[in-house]
């Protein structure tokens, strides 16, 4: 079945870039989002990028799909105490069916 | 007001017993979900429904049932609970073209 993968933690400092990664094995996906849960809250959706897209940018926060690779990254630019969360990347079809979750990677931000 | 609410937010049940959890959005969406979240292993889709009349089994539905009472509500049932149905259970809906999902706060259920 399909899988999506990330790494499960992840520190930086206060005011640098974030990047989290996550790769998936499904070649159907049209769909491609990253979600934020924050202690004690549901998840968040924070952008989705559509499959024949290779980049979309949205304030702080810039989403790179390598589709070859089937690779999916999060920057985060200026990094802040608010941002520590955990992060879900997510997949899905064109009909929205089945929507697959990473195990989720915790961001730590360090003063 | 949040716009998927799910309760209760925190049960504590014991082993066999039945238990109900329960769902309402005002988003007005067509699809509703229901999510388990395990540490390490992200969110598993448990049954899915695309409107009142369908019901679809997930990834991981056994030990489950759901029904879909009206559009606003879609409720999950533990007929009879296990310590490994110890979890957070999360809500979702989404609107016909399914492609952004709306999560409720969660419910964390503990199984002694």
């Known amino acids: 079945g399909e899988d999506v993968e990330q790494s499960l933690f992840l520190s930086v400092r206060e005011g640098d870039s974030s990047v989290i990664n996550c790769t998936y094995t499904d070649s159907s996906s049209t769909y491609l989002y990253w979600y934020k849960q924050e202690p004690g809250a549901g998840l968040q959706l924070l952008t989705y990028i559509f499959s024949n897209m290779d980049m979309k940018q949205d304030q702080r926060l810039t989403v790179l799909l390598n589709k070859k690779d089937k690779h999916l990254s999060l920057r985060i630019a200026d990094t802040q105490t608010g941002d520590s969360a955990i992060y879900f990347c997510a997949e899905t079809d064109n009909y929205g069916q089945n929507f697959v979750f990473g195990p989720g990677t915790r961001l730590s931000v360090l003063p | 007001d949040a716009d998927v609410t799910q309760t209760p937010r925190n049960r504590i049940t014991k082993t066999g017993k039945r238990i109900m959890l329960e769902c309402s959005q005002t988003?007005?969406?067509?699809?509703m979900y229901w999510y388990r979240q395990d540490p390490g292993l992200g969110l598993r889709l448990i049954y899915y429904?695309?409107?009142?009349?369908?019901?679809n089994k997930g990834e991981i539905s056994d030990g489950y049932s759901v029904s879909r009472q009206a559009q606003a509500k879609f409720s999950l049932s533990l007929e009879s609970a296990i310590p490994n149905q110890t979890a957070l259970y999360f809500c979702?809906?989404?609107?016909?073209?399914?492609?952004?999902?709306?999560f409720g706060p969660g419910t964390r259920l503990t199984v002694t």
């Open positions: 979702a809906t989404s609107d016909y073209k399914g492609n952004e999902q709306y």
């Open positions: 429904s695309f409107d009142v009349k369908d019901i």
């Open positions: 988003k007005g969406h067509d699809r």
